[in-house]
């Protein structure tokens, strides 16, 4: 099965960068790369995805190792608002309901 | 307006009885789910259907019976509830059928502590 490594906890100041890490050392050639987020008392919510290149929307940016045994998700100016559990997830490409278990992920304190 | 709403948000009975959670999706989506997040925050797909149709059953008790009376709408009914069963309950949506690239959007979750 594919799976992910993250560390458990993690923490930042306000207003800095932060740089959250995720192993996935068994990925396929066809596995996209998923983060997720989930603010206390919420569902998840999509943060970013990517397959081989660096990736940038308004919430983040998604840098994929040129192996693609891991990726960084990287948030430029952390904020209050950011602190929630971050869950790195592999979409594999079997149709299986492997690629929609989400792992334990790693929780992000933001320090003011 | 929510884009996936689902009801109750806390949910506490006694061991045996009979529940239901419903979700509905205002998205115009084709797919939703259900998940379970246990203590330890783990995040488990339950089941999955694409327009009415079930097409992910992970290895959940049969006490627990989706239904789906419509895309926009999947229920969870849950019998002879136990201990165990306690956890928070996540409906999510897809536009499209289980797929490597598609984004999942999440309900708010229901709170079922079975006492």
């Known amino acids: ?112 | 307006d929510t884009a996936v709403s689902q009801t109750p948000k806390y949910l506490v009975t006694q061991m045996g009885n009979d529940k239901s959670i419903k979700c509905e999706q205002n998205l115009g989506h084709d797919t939703m789910y259900w998940y379970k997040q246990d203590s330890k925050k783990f995040l488990k797909i339950m089941f999955s259907y694409n327009n009415k149709e079930l097409i992910i059953n992970e290895t959940v008790p049969n006490r627990f019976s989706p239904k789906s009376p419509d895309k926009a709408h999947l229920n969870l009914h849950i019998n002879s509830l136990e201990l165990g069963d306690s956890a928070v309950y996540f409906c999510a949506s897809s536009q499209i059928r289980v797929s490597t690239n598609e984004k999942l959007f999440f309900g708010s979750g229901t709170q079922l502590s079975v006492l």
Request: with cysteine; net charge neutral.
């Open chain 1, 1 to 112: 099965d594919a799976k992910t490594t993250q560390p458990n906890s993690m923490e930042s100041n306000e207003e800095e960068p932060v740089h959250l890490p995720c192993n996935h050392s068994t990925i396929s050639g066809t596995d996209y790369i998923h983060w997720y987020r989930q603010l206390p008392s919420q569902g998840p919510e999509y943060v970013i995805h990517g397959l081989t290149s660096n990736v940038n929307n308004r919430m983040a940016s998604l840098a994929i190792a040129e192996d693609r045994k891991s990726s960084t998700l990287i948030l430029h100016r952390a904020t209050l608002r950011d602190a929630a559990v971050y869950y790195c997830i592999l979409r594999v490409a079997s149709g299986s309901a492997r690629q929609l278990t989400f792992g334990s992920g790693t929780q992000l304190t933001v320090l003011p």
